[in-house]
């Protein structure tokens, strides 16, 4: 117990409220006060629930146990509902609070996930001074606005190799800039999905130290890299599916639901054939540079799928290769490269700095609420 410090139940410094807001029962019409669900701002609506600033947590459905402060004069939907801090408690220091508690890992009920106030407001919690308590606040404040400040600049870094390419290539679906096209079917050795479902079911998969290889799927291709949870296969299973075997320089795409993440393989890349949901691209020869060709496609893709306002779910091998893809000059694409390793430089230490961030957050909401 820290010296000065007081141990209450939660339920003791704050008082729950319910919100009984139905999105179906409200009218269409933009009201002056704004209604919040799990994911912001809703709509506009003509009545609120409170009068002042509060907590809102979401307590069912898609993320349950989001913690977050919402302005006076407005209203939650009803899987959320209100917390209120009693007197002597700040309403920042109960929103960090809260977020330390994990509150989603305390939900119960398997088709829609709840959480109750009369369950975690039994929580021993810590109650320092109200001054302590703003002085938390402030640095905690302070620690929230560098974190996210560090992924704006990352976001930023993203948008500026974007519009780098856009100066530098134009449009590559409009070609505005008149380079030559090439199908892609020319400019390939092998581009296919991977096995059938059939030849590679769940019961495939076997223990990493008893395997052969992994499996490449959507996930690696959608979030650019391999440190995930992957799955491996033995060398009997591997024989006999070694024709979508992948190797460095490689190309994978994501072709099921999130069509058109495209991830290049590494050099120090492991062995491994791909998932029904992948497709793979191997180029035949030096025409495009990685960064150009990865971004060109990803457009190319994604008006593909969108196209006539239908989103398409899936995409062929044989509808790809008919594409007529920019040829702009390799040297020209060489110099895009250059100036995206930059940027990329830039923001791996923005990354690393990030982190640093998020260590310093946690170590400090650990000093003041575990």
Known sequence: MREGWTYKKLGEICTKGSSNISLNKIEDNIGDYPLYGASG??????????????????????????????PAYSS????????????????????????????????????????????????IVPVPSFQEQQQIVSELDLLSSVIEKQKAQIEE???????????????????????????????????????FGSSLKVDSYVPKEDSYCMVY??????QAKLDLENHYINKEKFDSLSRFEVKPGDYIMSCRGTIGKIFQIPQNAPKGIIH??????????????????????????????????????????????KKKLPLPPFSLQQKYE?????????????????????MLFNSRMDFYFS
């Open 41 to 70: 701002y809703v709509k506009g609506i003509d009545f609120y629930h409170q009068a002042s600033e509060y907590i809102g947590i979401v307590k069912d459905g898609s993320g349950v146990g989001r913690v977050n402060i919402y």
């Open 76 to 123: 939650l939907v009803g899987t959320m509902q209100y917390i209120l801090p009693n007197e002597g408690c700040h309403i920042g220091f109960l929103k960090y609070l809260l977020q330390s508690m994990h509150l989603g890992e305390l939900k119960t009920g398997a088709a829609i996930p709840h959480i109750y106030f009369k369950d975690y407001g039994k929580n």
């Open 157 to 195: 870094l993203d948008k500026l190799a974007q519009s780098i390419f856009y100066d530098m290539f134009g449009d590559p679906v409009e070609n505005e800039k008149g380079w030559e096209v090439v199908p892609l079917n020319n400019n390939i050795d092998e581009m296919f999905l991977g096995p």
């Open 217 to 222: 799927e959507q996930k690696h291709a959608i």
């Open 276 to 321: 029904p949901s992948v497709m793979k691209i191997r180029l035949k020869e030096q025409l495009y540079a990685s960064t150009y060709f990865m971004r060109m496609l990803k457009l190319i893709v994604a008006n593909e799928v969108t196209n006539g306002n239908c989103v398409q779910m899936a995409i062929t091998a044989k509808a790809l290769g």
């Open 338 to 358: 250059d100036i995206v390793q930059a940027i990329e430089s830039m923001k791996a230490k923005v990354r690393q700095s990030l982190k640093e961030s998020e």
